[in-house]
């Protein structure tokens, strides 16, 4: 399987509005062009997860995936993440010094409820021609 080099993949739910959101801002945020993106529900999206040894049929959270390194998924991932955009968002990251139940726990029932709060997209987002290339 051919990455990107040097980039950290996140994998996220492609059809979710908040997800998209969420990839949006990070995108907005992401100065030093750490990251490249790919839905859960894509092709590249489960020849990753299927890379990684992860059934897709039970997960539906985000992951972050270090190439050669480690992945992350959860609330693990979502702090990480925030900690590599720098500024103010970097300070998220030492939440992760929390027990990974706590953490989830909120998580989870952020999770849940994202489809009711925000509500679900037909099919995954179409990257605009000048963001095609953060998106696998």
């Known amino acids: 399987m051919i990455l990107p080099e040097n980039k ?12 998209d959101s969420a990839i949006q801002f990070i995108i907005r945020k992401d100065s030093k062009d750490l990251f490249r993106f790919v839905a859960l529900q894509s092709e590249k999206g489960q020849e990753i997860l ?15 995936y270090d190439p050669r390194i480690a992945y992350y998924h959860k609330a693990e991932a ?4 925030a900690g590599h ?19 989830n726990t909120v998580y989870d029932y952020i999770a849940r409820s994202r489809y ?3 509500g679900k997209k037909e099919a995954c987002m179409i ?8 998106f696998l």
């Open 8 to 19: 950290k993949i996140i994998l996220f739910d492609g059809v979710c509005n908040l997800c």
């Open 50 to 64: 299927s890379y990684l040894g992860i059934d897709p049929s039970k997960i539906d959270s985000i992951i972050l």
């Open 78 to 81: 979502a702090l990480k993440i």
């Open 85 to 103: 955009l720098g500024g103010i968002y970097s300070l998220l990251a030492t939440l992760n010094v929390l027990p990974t139940g706590l953490k």
């Open 116 to 118: 009711k709060w925000y």
């Open 127 to 134: 990257p605009t021609p000048e963001l095609k290339a953060k």
